[in-house]
């Protein structure tokens, strides 16, 4: 069983940067791929940005340019940075990890990042 949990969430003004941290119980260097998703109030859960076996990121469109996504091997630890935060930006979240095959996807509980004006 793999456990994820998040971490460095809080409130920030628009503008402003946040780094997000997901600590996994094993080894992430073992997982198909780790990612960020994010859900925002009354909106479904999207995706924020990936990081695969291989190293190589991906990001939707919507998270390009502000968004990174990075990882440390050794503490088994996943970063998102953010910056030029935007109010739309305030949502719940989510680290997710999937396994080799099966891809097994594991799940997070979230860390709240609250973007003011």
């Known amino acids: 069983q793999v456990q994820l949990v998040e971490s460095g969430g809080g409130l920030v003004q628009a503008g402003g940067s946040l780094r997000l941290s997901c600590s996994a119980s094993?080894?992430?260097?073992?997982?198909?791929?780790m990612a960020w998703y994010r859900q925002a109030p009354g909106k479904q859960r999207e995706a924020v940005a990936f990081?695969?076996?291989?190293?190589?990121?991906s990001y939707p469109d919507s998270a390009t340019g502000r968004f990174t996504i990075s990882r440390d091997n050794a503490e088994n630890t996943v970063y998102l940075q953010m910056n030029s935060l935007k109010l739309e930006d305030t949502a719940v979240y989510y680290c997710?990890?999937?396994?080799?095959?099966?891809?097994?996807?594991?799940w997070g509980k979230g860390t709240l990042v609250t973007v003011s004006s």
């Open positions: 094993g080894s992430i260097f073992s997982f198909n791929h």
């Open positions: 997710k990890a999937q396994t080799m095959e099966p891809h097994i996807d594991y």
């Open positions: 990081i695969w076996q291989d190293g190589s990121t």
